[in-house]
């Protein structure tokens, strides 16, 4: 059984600080995807890391992939109150993606001034 | 842009009561999904499916049966709602055509509230 754990669950910073995100899978998979969710709304696609050693930056946010240690990173670079939302990492069951995305709890991020 | 769309934001219902839960996509996308979002619980497959009058249990389909009559739509039916049913009901589909990067795009959710 596929099991995706992300720590933090809850993290509160302060604006102007970096931190990361941890995301750890229990198989092997070489595709993670990271999304974002802010309150009462849907799932935003982030990031998509397809093969081991991806790296992918968006602003203030970049993640990376190790296959080899099951473990994707989600670091925040300099934070600011916009970038407040849950963050969630998920992984494939199959290569496809056919029978869909497993997802940790998600990390419960707030950004004070 | 790929668009989902789920029929109903909120929903209130009684226990007992049959559900309807209805998703749309307008992207053209083979699979499509249906996960349940609680608190602290985080997304769980409940049913997909990867083509029309196709569907395979997820992680937690008791209680719950779906149904893909075209490609482009996709119902999840609560035949007895009942209170543990309570929850936010996140409808995704995606592509298996190239670049095939198994991306999930999600509709806006719908919350059901089961009296």
């Known amino acids: 059984e596929l099991k995706v754990e992300q720590n933090p669950l809850f993290l509160s910073m302060q604006e102007g600080k970096n931190y990361t995100i941890y995301c750890n899978y229990s198989?092997?998979?070489?595709?993670l995807y990271w999304y974002r969710q802010d309150p009462g709304k849907s799932l935003e696609s982030l990031f998509v890391l397809l093969s081991n050693g991806a790296v992918k930056q968006e602003g203030r946010l970049m993640a990376s992939l190790d296959t080899k240690a099951r473990l994707s990173t989600l670091h925040i670079t300099a934070a600011v109150h916009d970038l407040s939302a849950t963050y969630f990492c998920?992984?494939?069951?199959?290569?496809?993606?056919?029978?869909?995305?497993?997802f940790g709890k998600g990390t419960h991020l707030i950004i004070q001034p | 842009d790929v668009k989902v769309t789920q029929s109903s934001r909120y929903l209130v219902k009684r226990t007992g009561e049959k559900v309807f839960l209805e998703c749309v996509q307008d992207?053209?996308?083979?699979?499509m999904f249906w996960y349940r979002q609680d608190p602290g619980l985080g997304l769980r497959l409940i049913y997909f499916s990867y083509d029309v009058k196709m569907k395979e249990k997820g992680d937690i389909p008791e209680g719950y049966s779906v149904s893909r009559e075209k490609k482009e739509r996709f119902s999840l039916i609560l035949e007895s709602a009942s209170t543990n049913q309570t929850s936010m009901y996140l409808c995704?589909?995606?592509?298996?055509?190239?670049?095939?990067?198994?991306?999930?795009?999600f509709g806006e959710g719908s919350r059901l509230t089961v009296l």
């Open positions: 198989t092997t998979s070489d595709r």
């Open positions: 998920a992984v494939s069951h199959s290569g496809g993606g056919a029978d869909g995305l497993t």
């Open positions: 995704a589909s995606s592509s298996y055509r190239a670049p095939n990067t198994g991306e999930l795009f």
């Open positions: 992207m053209d996308h083979e699979n």
